[in-house]
């Protein structure tokens, strides 16, 4: 699978990530480019929001694409800023499989609940809403349908309660 004329994907190890023999983080990583171009070839006739949006292979592009933004954003940094190379890595990695998940992947997600893993990051909702717009957009950008993006955007908006962890005083 090439994503535009310079970045390759194996699809075979990057799909194998869902599969019964999944992928180690060191596996997984060797075969995740830093900034995958965006695909170029349609996926309206794929039956599933998996497929459609390009399998594990669309989905490793849009969590890279969106980790661009997300930690480039100069209300998130704060976030992410204490985080090694490695601990970004593990990020991406637990963002794919419950992004795998909500499009309806064969993968379980796999990593700590939600509200356990961010209960001591104090994420407003501010934060919250700031990753999903940043989420909308690189969903637009990978030229997902609409009703794709809604779906998934609904789906990550209903995980919100389990991410928000910090109420702001009025």
Same mark, same amino acid.
């Given at each position: 699978?090439?994503?535009?004329? #310079?970045?390759?994907? #194996?699809?075979?190890?990057?799909?194998?990530?869902?599969?019964?023999?999944?992928?180690?983080?060191?596996?997984?990583?060797?075969?995740? !480019?830093?900034? !995958?171009?965006? !695909?170029?070839?349609?996926?309206?006739?794929?039956?599933?929001?998996?497929?459609?949006?390009?399998?594990?292979?669309?989905?490793?592009?849009?969590?890279?694409?969106?980790?661009?933004?997300?930690?480039?954003?100069? %209300?998130?940094?704060?976030?992410?800023?204490?985080?090694? #190379?490695? #601990?970004?890595?593990?990020?991406?990695?637990?963002?794919?499989?419950?992004?795998?998940?909500?499009?309806?992947? !064969?993968?379980?997600?796999?990593?700590?609940?939600?509200?356990?893993?961010?209960?001591?990051?104090?994420?407003?909702?501010?934060?919250?809403?700031?990753?999903?717009?940043?989420?909308?957009?690189?969903?637009?950008? %990978?030229?997902?349908?609409?009703?794709?993006?809604?779906?998934?955007?609904?789906?990550?908006?209903?995980?919100?309660?389990?991410?928000?962890?910090?109420?702001?005083?009025?």
């Amino acid at each position: 699978m090439t994503y535009g004329d #310079d970045s390759k994907v #194996d699809a075979h190890r990057v799909d194998a990530f869902a599969s019964e023999d999944e992928l180690t983080i060191e596996e997984f990583l060797q075969a995740a !480019p830093t900034a !995958p171009a965006r !695909p170029k070839e349609g996926r309206r006739l794929a039956s599933s929001l998996y497929q459609r949006i390009g399998c594990a292979g669309g989905l490793l592009w849009l969590v890279n694409t969106l980790y661009l933004r997300v930690l480039a954003d100069p %209300l998130l940094m704060s976030y992410f800023k204490h985080l090694d #190379d490695r #601990d970004r890595q593990w990020l991406r990695w637990h963002m794919l499989t419950l992004l795998a998940v909500v499009t309806g992947g !064969p993968t379980k997600y796999q990593g700590r609940d939600l509200h356990e893993a961010h209960a001591d990051l104090h994420i407003t909702e501010e934060a919250f809403d700031q990753v999903v717009w940043h989420l909308q957009a690189t969903l637009q950008e %990978l030229e997902i349908q609409q009703e794709d993006q809604q779906a998934i955007l609904a789906a990550v908006q209903a995980r919100r309660d389990e991410v928000v962890t910090f109420e702001e005083s009025t």
